[in-house]
């Protein structure tokens, strides 16, 4: 099944949805009419139970140049309209975090402002060589958005995550690799493969088990014992599932497991 709109493609085969910035003109600059488009298809993929992985990517060279400014510098909203705006944003941006299925984002050329903020989404990030990373909302008098705020500390840590917010460098491939920002690093060639690879090793995973990982991972502001609680009930619903029935049979009966992440 393939859908194509004005500013994205969607494409589910096998199981994995993969979703498309297509903008190529504009280096799939984050527009409104993409925030729309995004906003449908991430309602259709949660209302799809079949649907095992996500490969978010963008088309051509680049994944995201970030916002489009000619659209904030025309669009002439005063404090309560962008604050309607953004909100509205957040609604489907809450939806694809707390997905229960995993979001593998695919990296090339850059992923600045808007763009860094949607990689950031992803559970795993995959990288080329010659893709750059860039908190670039300081240089034109704004702060990170698209949950930004959230998810660049989760990974990189408070210090480090404000002093790529504030100072607007530019982060290299290689330094993304480092500081946890990326999984891995591919050729552009073998990217999309890689991603694919990725999403496809999901759809034999307990679907059950993956939602929950993710569930218990989203709140490590709990402590010791609410957590320790939330991976015994946890564990019961794992329990009961089919999915870990069928592994326990194919391990006893010395079959190979249907879950293999796939080797590089």
Same mark, same amino acid.
């Given at each position: 099944?393939?859908?194509?709109?004005?500013?994205?493609?969607?494409?589910?085969?096998?199981?994995?949805?993969?979703? =498309? !910035?297509?903008?190529?003109? &504009?280096?799939?600059?984050?527009?409104?009419?993409?925030?729309?488009?995004?906003?449908?298809?991430?309602? *259709?993929?949660?209302?799809?139970?079949? %649907?095992?992985? +996500?490969? $978010? =990517?963008?088309?051509?060279?680049?994944?995201?140049?970030?916002?489009?400014?000619?659209?904030?510098?025309?669009?002439?909203?005063?404090?309560?309209?962008?604050?309607?705006?953004?909100?509205? !944003?957040?609604?489907?941006?809450?939806? !694809?975090?707390?997905?229960?299925?995993?979001?593998?984002?695919?990296?090339?050329?850059?992923?600045?402002? &808007?763009?860094?903020?949607?990689?950031? +989404?992803?559970?795993? @990030?995959?990288?080329?060589?010659?893709?750059?990373?860039?908190?670039?909302?300081?240089?034109?008098?704004?702060?990170?958005?698209?949950?930004?705020?959230?998810?660049?500390?989760? %990974? #990189?840590?408070? *210090?480090?995550?404000?002093?790529?917010?504030?100072?607007?460098?530019? @982060?290299?491939? *290689?330094?993304? +690799?480092?500081?946890?920002?990326?999984?891995? +690093?591919?050729?552009?060639?073998?990217?999309?493969?890689?991603?694919?690879? $990725? &999403?496809?090793?999901?759809?034999?995973?307990?679907? #059950?088990?993956?939602?929950?990982?993710?569930?218990?991972? /989203?709140?490590?502001?709990?402590? !010791?014992?609410? $957590?320790?609680?939330?991976?015994?009930? /946890?564990? /019961? $619903?794992?329990?009961?599932?089919?999915?870990?029935? =069928? /592994?326990?049979?194919?391990?006893?009966?010395?079959?190979? &497991?249907?879950? *293999?992440?796939?080797?590089?």
């Amino acid at each position: 099944m393939s859908q194509a709109f004005e500013r994205i493609r969607y494409e589910v085969r096998d199981q994995v949805a993969t979703l =498309t !910035l297509d903008n190529v003109r &504009a280096r799939n600059a984050f527009d409104p009419a993409m925030r729309e488009e995004m906003r449908q298809v991430v309602t *259709q993929l949660r209302a799809d139970p079949h %649907i095992r992985a +996500l490969v $978010l =990517t963008g088309a051509g060279e680049h994944f995201c140049a970030g916002g489009d400014l000619r659209n904030i510098a025309t669009v002439g909203l005063d404090n309560a309209g962008w604050r309607a705006r953004l909100q509205s !944003l957040h609604d489907w941006l809450k939806e !694809l975090i707390t997905l229960d299925r995993p979001v593998i984002a695919a990296v090339d050329g850059a992923a600045f402002g &808007a763009g860094f903020s949607l990689a950031l +989404l992803a559970d795993f @990030v995959i990288a080329t060589p010659r893709a750059r990373f860039c908190m670039s909302f300081m240089r034109v008098g704004l702060v990170p958005d698209c949950a930004a705020f959230y998810t660049l500390p989760r %990974i #990189v840590g408070v *210090q480090r995550a404000r002093e790529l917010m504030l100072s607007a460098r530019e @982060v290299s491939a *290689q330094e993304a +690799l480092q500081l946890g920002i990326a999984l891995e +690093l591919h050729p552009p060639e073998q990217l999309q493969a890689r991603a694919q690879a $990725l &999403a496809a090793s999901f759809v034999n995973a307990s679907p #059950v088990a993956v939602g929950l990982v993710k569930r218990a991972l /989203a709140a490590p502001g709990h402590d !010791l014992p609410t $957590l320790l609680e939330m991976e015994a009930n /946890a564990q /019961a $619903l794992a329990m009961g599932t089919e999915a870990h029935r =069928t /592994a326990v049979n194919r391990f006893l009966n010395k079959e190979p &497991a249907l879950f *293999q992440w796939p080797a590089l």
